[in-house]
């Protein structure tokens, strides 16, 4: 997606084509807020009502490198907007099932259920909360495209700690769990400590910063960027800069999350950490890289599962 370097204003490349433009009967903010954990939706601004701050005038989303606008204006007395009828939104996307198990797990009701067509495509119907529906389809061949993705090695590197996982979750939600701030407070810190704060721009180049809390009070800053993000694969992620590509003064590391499917349903993890040297390597595992990251992970593969049963 082409980087907007003001986020209140939608980029050219989100302000052309078709655009759908839906009436929320007071919802649209709402609604712009459950499409980021849905469908992974990167928030292009707002416009409240100057006299009704709670109501939007305008909001705009962008889905996969396609957008939404949202109003509450014009349907006023409208306290639903209702179904779009003869109308749905159509996402054309090369990891149907994988975009379907986010959208569930974040609260999407099934209207008919992803699986191959008499024609060749994957596809299923969702509703949304808001009483709009959204069709999955994945052609035909980014089936055998993914596939082949999928049976490709992980590349490595010199000075690199690696940890690999099954997670008895889909792959969606997985992803849901490393970049929705509010999963990834409930996981990412072994116990006792806890991750207080998640501040993701998720696009790269977008920031990336946290803060970690300890039993004793201690307080652990973390800024850094995005470099690579990978809708439900791959996330890459460094401290060497931060937002706006300053360099910091000492960079530790690299982070590279991969995801892939398991037979059983479950998703891979192959968790990487980067160094630019052998000392930064072992300065990073003599501070129990591998222990600390293994009881995270158990706690990642509780919250993932906790959203499994959710959905029922």
């Known amino acids: 997606m082409t980087e907007n370097p003001d986020p209140d204003r939608p980029t050219a490349g989100n302000m052309k084509g078709v655009i759908p433009y839906i009436g929320y009967g007071g919802r649209a ?20 009502d100057p006299e009704r701050p709670a109501r939007m005038m305008h909001a705009q989303v962008a889905i996969n490198d396609g957008s939404l606008m949202l109003t509450d204006m014009g349907c006023e007395e409208t306290v639903d907007p209702g179904p ?8 054309v996307v090369d990891d149907g099932k994988a975009w379907w198990d986010r959208a569930v797990s974040a609260g999407c009701r099934i209207v008919k259920p992803y699986e191959r067509q008499f024609w060749g495509d994957d596809w299923g119907l969702l509703e949304d909360p808001f009483e709009i529906q959204w069709a999955v389809l994945q052609p035909g061949e980014a089936a055998l495209e993914r596939a ?19 997670i008895a979750a889909p792959r969606g939600i997985v992803w849901r769990c490393w970049t929705e701030p509010d999963l990834i407070r409930q996981w990412f810190c072994p116990k006792p400590w806890s991750l207080v704060e998640a501040d993701f721009d998720l696009r790269a ?20 960027i995005w470099l690579e ?15 706006g590509c300053v360099p910091t003064p000492e960079p530790f590391m690299t982070g590279v999350v991969a995801l892939s499917d ?16 052998a000392e930064a390597m072992e300065r990073h595992r003599s501070m129990g890289w591998e222990q600390g990251w293994n009881a995270a992970v158990d706690q990642l593969d509780e919250t993932a599962r906790s959203l499994v049963a959710k959905t029922g």
């Open 262 to 277: 398991m037979p059983d349903g479950g998703t891979c993890l192959i968790w990487s950490a980067r160094h630019a040297g």
């Open 84 to 91: 779009l009828g003869r109308a749905h939104m159509q996402l």
């Open 29 to 48: 903010g709402e609604a712009a807020d459950f499409y980021v954990r849905a469908f992974g939706a990167q928030d292009l601004g707002r416009m409240p």
């Open 229 to 243: 993000v990978a809708p439900m694969r791959r996330l890459v992620f460094t401290d060497a800069f931060t937002e």
């Open 148 to 166: 082949a993705q999928a049976s490709a090695p992980v590349a490595r590197v010199a000075h690199e700690l690696t940890l690999t996982r099954e």
């Open 205 to 224: 180049g977008g920031r990336m910063n946290t803060r970690m809390a300890g039993p004793d009070g201690e307080n652990i800053e973390g800024r850094g």
